[in-house]
């Protein structure tokens, strides 16, 4: 059974930092891009970071770039999202998913809530 299970978040002041972590399973984690979702208070889920099954090619969303850095480590079956610089606009409970072959089904985690205080 693929699982997805986020950790990390907290609330944080205005211009701090934070480090989520994604631990996934029941797949072959080394081979599928892994993405970082966020969905504010009242909005939409959308699209934050992506990252390449071998960690090489990352993008980011215009709102986060220069503040957030997506990495992973395949041995450890674990994304994570660094998160610098923070402002209360990133306030939202972040997931994590991967993307490929079969993933479309698959429920989504937990998340993990982010709360940026000014």
């Known amino acids: 059974q693929v699982q997805f299970v986020e950790s990390g978040g907290g609330l944080v002041q205005l211009g701090g930092s934070l480090r989520l972590s994604c631990v996934a399973s029941?797949?072959?984690?080394?081979?599928?891009?892994m993405n970082w979702y966020r969905q504010p208070p009242g909005k939409e889920r959308e699209l934050v970071a992506v990252?390449?099954?071998?960690?090489?090619?990352?993008h980011y969303a215009d709102l986060v770039k220069g503040r957030f850095d997506i990495s992973r480590d395949n041995a450890k079956n674990t994304v994570y999202l660094q998160m610098n610089n923070l402002k209360p606009e990133d306030t939202a409970v972040y997931f994590c998913k991967a993307v490929g072959v079969g993933m479309e089904s698959v429920s989504w985690g937990q998340g993990t809530q982010v709360t940026v205080s000014s």
């Open positions: 990252i390449s099954s071998d960690g090489r090619i990352t």
């Open positions: 029941g797949f072959t984690f080394s081979s599928y891009r």
